[in-house]
């Protein structure tokens, strides 16, 4: 067999192997993310973590142009060598393929959250109703210890570098009660792509080669705490959105700052009351008059950004990204950021918030 089919059947070889050991998340729990990606992770974050921009943004920036000169200066010769193209394609796909995989993608089929927290999975309409209202009752007090007026949206008095290193004081009281959330060396970088990303529709990302959280710097500074808890979720393995955002929030809501509670709260708060649109409009709109019209000011300063960048891009990333995470046994796809109800639903039914 020639060398040039070495990487493509390499990689036809690491999806047969990859789809087999999905079914063993035990075995990756114990072998990978809680052994092996715990070291390389640390290293990773150890080594780039300090430098003050986006390695990963950069090596991204780097790969584009290479292949934009690439195709320029062999355009006139694709359609002549477009197997012997093909085949190099593949084998560049059999590369990053197996990076991707061995330093995070493994993560995806590890031992979910709900399993691994003893987390029931279903909860009634009765369940949803009193935590929503436990949850409304709770962002409207940590609201008006803020704003000290109802009708006021909460103006965030924090930078972002600022909040990057007091999200840390939120992950250290939260691994005291539950150890495997603990997070050391932190890797967090304003992202150089913040613009296409919010274009892109999205708030940021967890770059899987260098292990930095890459935040969309134009976002309301309100959602600035979670959104960057949620990243650190996915460094501490947790591939799934739902549960990123489930860790999240509860590393938000122990910290000790009354502006970073108010983040992970109302974050919690508008997914249960956009659970409550799509179950029941009549009690959505029983339960949002109950809701300071001040955090309704901060949801429509979010809108509003959003709206902003909407584009027939955010819709076409959007679909990329569902089709992604199913792909990678999401299968709620992008649906899954929602499905962190669930989880905060059942977690608390015997808990205070």
């Not at 993560?107 to 003893?118: A, D, G, M, Q």
């Not at 508008?270 to 029941?280: A, G």
């Not at 027939?312 to 299968?331: A, C, P, S, T």
Request: proline share 3%; charged share 20%; with cysteine.
């Amino acid at each position: 067999m020639q060398k040039k089919y070495y990487l493509p059947l390499g990689l036809l070889i690491q999806i047969v192997f990859v789809q087999f050991i999905s079914f063993f998340p035990e075995l990756i729990e114990g072998f990978y993310s809680n052994g092996f990606y715990t070291y390389i992770s640390n290293f990773s974050r150890i080594i780039v973590g300090f430098l003050p921009f986006s390695v990963g943004d950069l090596c991204y920036l780097i790969a584009v142009l290479l292949l934009i000169i690439g195709y320029f200066k062999n355009r006139k010769t694709i359609k002549l060598s477009w197997k012997d193209r093909m085949l190099k394609m593949l084998s560049y796909f059999s590369i990053f393929y197996f990076f991707f995989n061995i330093l995070w993608g493994l993560n995806y089929y590890r031992v979910p959250l709900f399993e691994k927290l003893k987390i029931e999975k279903e909860y009634s309409n009765d369940d949803l109703l009193k935590f929503t209202q436990k949850l409304i009752a709770k962002t409207n007090t940590i609201h008006s210890q803020i704003t000290k007026n109802d009708t006021l949206k909460v103006v965030f008095p924090y930078s972002q570098e600022q909040v990057f290193e007091m999200n840390l004081k939120g992950y250290h009281s939260l691994s005291k009660q539950i150890p495997s959330f603990n997070y050391s060396y932190p890797s967090i970088k304003k992202s150089l792509f913040s613009l296409p990303l919010s274009y892109m529709g999205f708030s940021g990302y967890l770059n899987p080669f260098t292990n930095e959280v890459q935040v969309n710097n134009k976002i309301p500074m309100y959602n600035f705490p979670t959104t960057v808890t949620h990243e650190m979720a996915h460094q501490l393995g947790y591939a799934s959105e739902s549960e990123a955002n489930f860790i999240g929030f509860l590393a938000s809501i122990n910290n000790e700052n009354s502006y970073f509670q108010y983040s992970g709260y109302s974050h919690a708060l508008h997914y249960c009351l956009s659970n409550w649109r799509f179950r029941d409009e009549i009690q959505f709109k029983k339960l949002l008059k109950t809701v300071h019209p001040g955090i309704i000011k901060n949801y429509k300063e979010s809108e509003d950004f959003w709206n902003n960048y909407e584009s027939f891009v955010e819709r076409g990333f959007h679909l990329f990204y569902d089709r992604f995470l199913k792909m990678n046994q999401q299968k709620d796809g992008i649906d899954g950021y929602s499905r962190f109800v669930d989880l905060l639903v059942n977690y608390y039914k015997n808990k205070n918030l």
